[in-house]
């Protein structure tokens, strides 16, 4: 299984804006979600934004509502995730995953094969 490929990180001043692609061909058997994760320094991975293969209907966390935008590119097998008026602490790790399921509960679950690398990102004041 080839996990997906994140590029587009970088280094930017808060109030810019950068979009992430994450490569996912080898994914396009899965029913299930799309996601981005981020994980700050020093705390846990969370889900901020996640895309349904089935109807491109969108899963937001609350701290990102309004600034970052998740979409796709059937054709190019390829999932964005556009990320508006970047304050410092979105300031991370962001990952691609793939095979996301979200419980009922909210709950994200990636099987250990669903990860990319991940991209840095920094967003400084």
């Known amino acids: 299984q080839v996990r997906p490929v994140e590029s587009g990180g970088g280094s930017v001043q808060a109030g810019e804006s950068l979009r992430l692609s994450c490569a996912a061909a080898?994914?396009?058997?899965?029913?299930?979600?799309m996601a981005w994760f981020h994980q700050a320094p020093g705390k846990e991975r969370q889900g901020v934004a996640a895309?349904?293969?089935?109807?491109?209907?969108?899963v937001y966390a609350d701290s990102v509502k309004g600034r970052f935008t998740i979409s796709r590119d059937k054709a190019k097998n390829t999932v964005y995730l556009q990320m508006n008026s970047l304050r410092p602490d979105d300031t991370g790790m962001y990952y691609c995953?793939?095979?996301?399921?979200?419980?009922?509960?909210?709950?994200?679950?990636?099987?250990?094969?669903?990860w990319g690398q991940g991209t840095q990102v920094t967003v400084s004041s």
């Open positions: 895309i349904s293969p089935m109807d491109d209907s969108t």
């Open positions: 080898g994914y396009l058997w899965s029913n299930n979600f």
């Open positions: 995953a793939a095979d996301v399921s979200i419980s009922g509960r909210g709950t994200w679950t990636v099987p250990n094969e669903g």
